[in-house]
């Protein structure tokens, strides 16, 4: 996000990134990844609207692979806007499916092969979407933005931060 941002960052409640590498589409989604949810309030509102559609919310399955820092909502994390990026997931072992992914990165990803295949699920985007737009009917009808949890190394930002937010240790990209 670049200096001459068209929008105001301070009026940004939020970003919603479904910047995801399509695990939705090997069959119907039963389990959701909320990567960066332990860092705001959009957490617990992918929990109650996950609930509500008998999804299963589980904590970021690859913590080594510092995926919420890789991605492209970071740049709103930086200026201090709460952001939350799903990855829809069917049910099972998630070893299962990760190792799918891992296949995947490995021959189709950003390849040539990296195109719509006969065997995707399509009910599974489907509900990563439905869940996404519930979640921002929620954040545009709350009368409060979503925010920083104390807990979170990004809650020292306001909207508009402009300062360089230091890496620790354990969060190194």
Do not use: C
Not at 5 to 25: C, F, M, P, Q, R
Not at 58 to 83: L, N
């Amino acid at each position: 996000m670049g200096e001459r941002a068209t929008w105001d960052i301070k009026k940004v409640a939020a970003d919603l990134n479904l910047d995801g590498i399509g695990s939705e589409v090997y069959g119907p989604v039963k389990t959701i990844v909320g990567y960066g949810a332990e860092h705001s309030t959009l957490g617990p509102m992918l929990d109650s609207v996950a609930r509500s559609l008998d999804l299963n919310v589980i904590p970021d399955p690859m913590p080594d692979e510092k995926v919420f820092y890789r991605s492209d909502h970071y740049s709103f994390v930086e200026r201090g806007v709460p952001s939350l990026m799903l990855l829809g997931a069917p049910a099972g072992e998630k070893e299962i499916w990760i190792k799918r992914i891992k296949e995947w990165e490995k021959g189709d990803y950003h390849q040539p092969g990296d195109t719509v295949k006969d065997t995707w699920a399509w009910e599974g985007a489907e509900t990563v979407a439905e869940v996404m737009a519930i979640l921002g009917w929620q954040i545009a009808e709350d009368e409060q933005m979503p925010s920083w949890l104390k807990t979170s190394r990004f809650s020292k930002y306001d909207r508009g931060n402009s300062k360089p937010i230091p890496e620790d240790e354990s969060e190194e990209q």
